[in-house]
């Protein structure tokens, strides 16, 4: 089961949207879970924007979860991340890979040319990905094809290509309870 926790208001309709493509992309259930708030101190002042691997090993989970459940929270905040190589930037989300839980927001999807539901659906259905393992893909109709290309906008389908589609499947089959 994909359960979707969100972190700041989204109107329904969105909500709905993001858990019919997820489940039309993942084959499984995904429902509303609920709501919850971010960690306050995941604030990283001197960016501005929230630590997102600190909000995501920092959420108190009150799910419980099977071997198969997976949990993607959702916000309008501005994330970033730990710095790497190349310094520190905005990230679109984060996800345990392998793991069962991942963060997704919607901070900059207007400068994508997507609708909201659109852009977020497409961003929790990658995010989703990696927590099944799921590398990105060259493919850029697919869902794993990464957020900051272009091919994220020009191809609005919220689908996986054939070969994350079969993986998945594999890893969600021999993850179930």
């Not at 089961?1 to 949207?17: K, W």
């Not at 679109?92 to 392998?98: E, K, L, S, V």
């Not at 906008?153 to 079969?166: G, H, I, N, S």
Request: proline share 7%; with cysteine; aromatic share 8%.
């Amino acid at each position: 089961m994909i359960r979707i926790v969100t972190l700041s208001e989204f109107p329904p309709d969105v909500i709905d949207f993001v858990t019919r493509r997820l489940h039309a992309a993942y084959g499984m259930g995904c429902e509303l879970e609920g709501e919850g708030e971010i960690p306050a101190d995941a604030l990283d002042d001197e960016q501005s924007a929230y630590d997102a691997v600190k909000v995501v090993d920092e959420m108190d989970d009150d799910v419980t979860l099977y071997a198969d459940d997976k949990i993607v929270y959702l916000t309008n905040e501005p994330l970033t991340a730990p710095p790497g190589p190349m310094g520190r930037g905005p990230v679109d989300g984060y996800a345990q890979y392998g793991g069962g839980k991942a963060l997704v927001t919607a901070h900059g999807l207007s400068d994508k040319g997507l609708p909201l539901e659109v852009g977020l659906a497409k961003r929790a259905a990658h995010y989703v990905g990696h927590l099944w393992d799921l590398h990105h893909c060259f493919d850029t109709r697919c869902a794993m094809h990464p957020g900051w290309s272009p091919g994220f906008a020009a191809y609005p389908e919220v689908a996986l290509c054939l070969f994350d589609r079969e993986k998945s499947e594999r890893k969600i089959k021999l993850g179930s309870s």
